[in-house]
Structures are given as C-alpha cells and as structure tokens.
Nanobody, 124 residues
Framework: QVQLVESGGGLVQAGGSLRLSCAAS????????MGWFRQGPGKEREFAAR????????YYTDSVKGRFTISRDNAKNTVYLQMNSLKPEDTAVYYCAADFRTPYSPQTSDYNYWGQGTQVTVSS
C-alpha cells in the first residue's frame, strides 16, 4: 500500500509561482511513474504532467507546457510540480498519483494510488 500526501498549495497572484510536493510512504515510488492531475471548479479531473520511473522522460498537457515542470527525488520518495507563470485558469485541486503497472509508458489512465489533493488558487 502506498500513501501519497500533497502539499505546497495555496493562494497566489497571476504570474506567480508555486511548488507542489507529493510525499510517498509505505513503498518506494522509484519503480512507479508519477502523475499530477487537477480538477478545477465545475470541471472534470484532467491530466497535467507525468514523469516515468527513471525520471528521464516527462509529459505535459498542452495548457501547462513551458510553465510547469515535474521532477522526482527517489531518495526522498517525493515528486514535485514546479508551477510558474500561473494563470487564474490553473485554479484547481491538484492530485498526485502513482502508476506501478506501466512505469515507462508515456501515458496511462490507470494509476494505482492517489493522494487527497492540495488546493491551488490563482487570483487575477
């Protein structure tokens, strides 16, 4: 069993930055691909970013490319999402998720474990 706990959310002005962390416990995530998802008010949850187990490859949804960076520190069992040039439309609850089944695939909708989420609010 893996527990994922997100932190780092908060209120920020448009153009600002935040760094989200996702700390894992119960099992090493070094053999998992990790993803960040988000769910805005009145919207469905959507994919934001993914990093494969080795950390060599990352993937982003078009709306965050060039602004968000996903990274991982397997020694700390933690994944990060650096968010720059934030926009009001980035306002959402951000979730991290672990994929142990296809750790080197570019994309999947089948994540094994999910965190509880952290709120990010971007004011205009």
């Amino acid at each position: 069993q893996v527990q994922l706990v997100e932190s780092g959310g908060g209120l920020v002005q448009a153009g600002g930055s935040l760094r989200l962390s996702c700390a894992a416990s119960g099992r090493t995530i070094s053999t998992a691909a990790m993803g960040w998802f988000r769910q805005g008010p009145g919207k469905e949850r959507e994919f934001a970013a993914r990093i494969i187990a080795s950390g060599r490859n990352t993937y982003y949804t078009d709306s965050v490319k060039g602004r968000f960076t996903i990274s991982r520190d397997n020694a700390k069992n933690t994944v990060y999402l650096q968010m720059n040039s934030l926009k009001p439309e980035d306002t959402a609850v951000y979730y991290c998720a672990a994929d142990f089944r296809t750790p080197y695939s570019p994309q999947t909708s089948d994540y094994n474990y999910w965190g509880q989420g952290t709120q990010v609010t971007v004011s205009s």
